[in-house]
């Protein structure tokens, strides 16, 4: 089978991190490292992903799911080490390997595209991905013949005073003809100042076997980048904010504060739509056109329709229609579904409901595990009682029903279409269409109390 997969090297503690979760499944842009990986792969055109772990593998096997197969470094010897552990694998494919570094989140898949173009076209059998750094302290380096192949590529520690005076390093990203890379990985040696098996001394051995060996400069050296820092997880961050920033504002997203707006990777945002400074949108979300959101917003794996206004507010998992009115300070829980025109006002929490369309929920309102009709006005202080101490029970308040100020509808429990509720009431059973229900005590007023009381 021909084509393009790749390995990509995943097994490392990352220590430097200080982290007990494996440096991989650090998150940038929304989603894990390797996951930012595994998408630039899949967008060049890759039909296999194979990922090579070992510190955590069981998290990462678990955290990456179906994304990728896996194979496991038991012992980290180096990265040559790492890509023989994918060779029974690979046995029946005679394409092109490319290996990927779990920790370059950068990435773009048109860069690893043009990398495996390039080094199809060339005829190689071995092609290294390159970088201009502006300081190359601490990268291998890449030897070049005057034809523009490579020579060799040689690691910082092992590097002469001439060649440490190369800019162009090697970004640890390769593209490799199958059988020629693992004839070569059966001749490695670990006699090194690291004492591992480097993959780069496979580019040595295939030239010395007279083979063509090539390389291909990325125009963009930050996408080669490694993470192996949590100050280096935080500069990716900013580049992929800045990234995003501009891709929305090119198809006609107004940002009035990029450095102050985080927008992940995946997000979908419609044109002219209006973010404010100090607003997260995260995950999944995908925004309409003609919105205002922020500031000081929060927004996780929720779609927003068109026209909504929504501030000072926070919503994950849920569903905001086109023209509702979100804010100020309102939390949308799980598997709320707001339609269209409906307003939620201050200081409201709603979960796991259905808000009909135009209804009105304006202020001080606890609404949990209710199915609320159409043109349903909620006076302030209104709470569903939904959780009994064993059981949470649901209400539903039909079209066009009033419920009072102030008012506790104890689940489950139905306000009928058109009913009222009067203010101050506690509602324990069902209110019919058209009625008024009204559950308080009448009220007692004792003469000279406070007399009394002062003696």
């Given at each position: 089978?021909a084509?393009?997969?790749?390995?990509?090297l995943?097994a490392?503690k990352?220590t430097?991190?200080?982290?007990?979760?494996?440096?991989v499944?650090h998150?940038?842009?929304?989603?894990?490292?390797?996951?930012?990986v595994l998408d630039?792969?899949?967008?060049a055109?890759?039909?296999r992903?194979?990922?090579?772990?070992?510190?955590?593998?069981d998290?990462?096997?678990?955290?990456?799911?179906n994304?990728?197969?896996?194979?496991?470094q038991a012992?980290?010897?180096?990265?040559g080490?790492?890509?023989m552990?994918?060779q029974?694998?690979?046995?029946?494919?005679d394409?092109t390997v490319?290996v990927?570094?779990?920790?370059?989140?950068l990435?773009k898949?048109?860069?690893l595209?043009?990398l495996?173009?390039e080094?199809?076209?060339a005829?190689?059998?071995?092609t290294?991905?390159?970088a201009?750094?502006?300081?190359?302290t601490g990268?291998?380096?890449?030897?070049?013949?005057?034809?523009?192949?490579?020579?060799k590529?040689?690691e910082?520690?092992d590097a002469?005073?001439?060649?440490?005076?190369?800019?162009?390093?090697?970004?640890?990203?390769?593209?490799?003809?199958r059988?020629?890379?693992f004839g070569?990985l059966?001749?490695?040696?670990?006699?090194n100042a690291?004492?591992e098996?480097?993959?780069?001394d496979v580019?040595?051995i295939l030239?010395?076997?007279?083979e063509?060996?090539w390389?291909?400069?990325?125009?963009?050296?930050?996408?080669?980048?490694g993470?192996n820092s949590?100050a280096?997880l935080?500069?990716a961050?900013?580049?992929l904010r800045e990234?995003?920033a501009?891709e929305?504002?090119e198809n006609?997203?107004t940002i009035?504060?990029?450095?102050?707006?985080f927008?992940?990777?995946?997000?979908?945002?419609g044109k002219d739509?209006i973010?404010?400074p100090?607003t997260?949108?995260?995950g999944?979300?995908?925004?309409g056109?003609n919105c205002?959101?922020g500031?000081?917003t929060r927004l996780?794996?929720?779609?927003?329709?068109d026209?909504v206004t929504m501030?000072f507010a926070y919503?994950h998992?849920?569903?905001?229609?086109s023209?509702?009115?979100v804010?100020p300070y309102?939390?949308?829980?799980?598997?709320?579904?707001?339609?269209?025109?409906?307003?939620?006002?201050?200081?409201v929490?709603?979960?796991?409901?259905?808000?009909?369309?135009g209804s009105?929920?304006?202020h001080?309102s606890?609404?949990?595990?209710?199915d609320?009709?159409s043109g349903v006005n909620?006076?302030c202080?209104?709470i569903t009682?939904?959780?009994d101490?064993?059981?949470?029970?649901?209400?539903t308040?039909?079209?066009?029903?009033f419920v009072?100020?102030?008012s506790n509808l104890v689940?489950?429990?139905?306000?009928?279409k058109?009913?009222?509720?009067?203010?101050?009431s506690?509602?324990?059973?069902?209110?019919?269409?058209a009625?008024?229900?009204?559950?308080?005590?009448?009220q007692?007023n004792i003469?000279g109390w406070h007399?009394?009381?002062?003696?």
């Amino acid at each position: 089978m021909a084509g393009l997969l790749t390995v990509v090297l995943a097994a490392g503690k990352g220590t430097r991190m200080k982290s007990k979760l494996p440096k991989v499944l650090h998150k940038v842009g929304g989603k894990a490292m390797l996951e930012k990986v595994l998408d630039a792969a899949n967008q060049a055109g890759a039909t296999r992903n194979i990922v090579v772990v070992g510190f955590g593998g069981d998290v990462v096997k678990s955290t990456i799911g179906n994304q990728a197969e896996f194979v496991e470094q038991a012992e980290q010897l180096g990265t040559g080490h790492a890509v023989m552990q994918a060779q029974e694998v690979l046995k029946d494919f005679d394409g092109t390997v490319m290996v990927l570094c779990g920790d370059t989140p950068l990435l773009k898949g048109s860069l690893l595209k043009r990398l495996y173009e390039e080094h199809q076209k060339a005829g190689a059998k071995a092609t290294v991905l390159t970088a201009k750094m502006p300081d190359a302290t601490g990268y291998g380096r890449v030897i070049r013949l005057a034809d523009g192949s490579v020579s060799k590529i040689v690691e910082q520690k092992d590097a002469n005073s001439e060649e440490l005076l190369v800019d162009e390093v090697n970004s640890g990203i390769y593209c490799f003809d199958r059988e020629a890379l693992f004839g070569a990985l059966a001749k490695l040696n670990c006699n090194n100042a690291q004492g591992e098996y480097y993959l780069t001394d496979v580019f040595s051995i295939l030239n010395d076997q007279k083979e063509k060996v090539w390389a291909v400069t990325a125009d963009d050296y930050e996408q080669t980048l490694g993470i192996n820092s949590r100050a280096q997880l935080a500069n990716a961050e900013r580049i992929l904010r800045e990234r995003k920033a501009v891709e929305l504002m090119e198809n006609g997203v107004t940002i009035m504060d990029p450095s102050s707006t985080f927008i992940d990777t995946d997000v979908v945002v419609g044109k002219d739509t209006i973010i404010y400074p100090f607003t997260w949108i995260e995950g999944n979300t995908v925004i309409g056109e003609n919105c205002e959101i922020g500031p000081n917003t929060r927004l996780t794996d929720t779609t927003i329709g068109d026209g909504v206004t929504m501030h000072f507010a926070y919503a994950h998992e849920c569903e905001v229609g086109s023209g509702a009115i979100v804010g100020p300070y309102v939390h949308l829980r799980p598997k709320t579904k707001l339609c269209e025109n409906v307003k939620v006002g201050n200081f409201v929490e709603v979960k796991n409901s259905i808000i009909g369309s135009g209804s009105k929920l304006p202020h001080l309102s606890y609404i949990g595990d209710s199915d609320v009709g159409s043109g349903v006005n909620m006076g302030c202080g209104t709470i569903t009682v939904n959780y009994d101490g064993k059981t949470k029970s649901r209400t539903t308040i039909e079209d066009d029903a009033f419920v009072g100020c102030n008012s506790n509808l104890v689940a489950p429990v139905t306000i009928g279409k058109g009913a009222y509720v009067g203010a101050g009431s506690t509602i324990t059973k069902n209110v019919p269409s058209a009625a008024l229900g009204i559950g308080r005590a009448r009220q007692t007023n004792i003469e000279g109390w406070h007399d009394k009381r002062k003696k």
